[in-house]
């Protein structure tokens, strides 16, 4: 089993930047790769981006890309996602998900997830 812990959402003005942790606990080496998804009232959960731990390979879903970057420290069994140049679509509950391999399916089909946190972005 894997534990996952999100912190760092809040409340920001359009333009400005948070940064969201994940850390991982547990059986860690079941979160070789991580990720983020978030969930707008009324929609899906949708895919962010993710990482693979051990090499950093990442991806992005388009709608995000050049404005959010997902990091990790192994170190400290977390990942992070640092959003910057926020705008109101941005805001929903944001997921950290983890699962033990399959980067083909990196958007989808992920065993473990944490509570999630509230991202708001006023205009």
């Known amino acids: 089993q894997v534990q996952l812990v999100e912190s760092g959402g809040g409340f920001v003005q359009a333009g400005g930047s948070l940064r969201l942790s994940c850390v991982a606990s547990?059986?860690?080496?079941?979160?070789?790769?991580m990720g983020w998804f978030r969930q707008a009232p009324g929609k899906e959960r949708e895919f962010v981006a993710a990482?693979?731990?051990?090499?950093?390979?990442?991806d992005y879903v388009d709608s995000v890309k050049g404005r959010f970057t997902i990091s990790r420290d192994n170190a400290k069994n977390t990942i992070y996602l640092q959003m910057n140049s926020l705008k109101p679509e941005d805001t929903a509950v944001y997921y950290c998900?983890?699962?033990?391999?399959?980067?083909?399916?990196?958007?989808?089909?992920?065993?473990?997830w944490g509570q999630g946190t509230q991202v708001t972005v006023s205009s």
């Open positions: 547990g059986r860690t080496i079941s979160s070789s790769i």
């Open positions: 998900g983890a699962k033990a391999g399959g980067w083909e399916a990196r958007r989808s089909e992920y065993a473990y």
């Open positions: 990482i693979i731990r051990w090499t950093g390979t990442t």
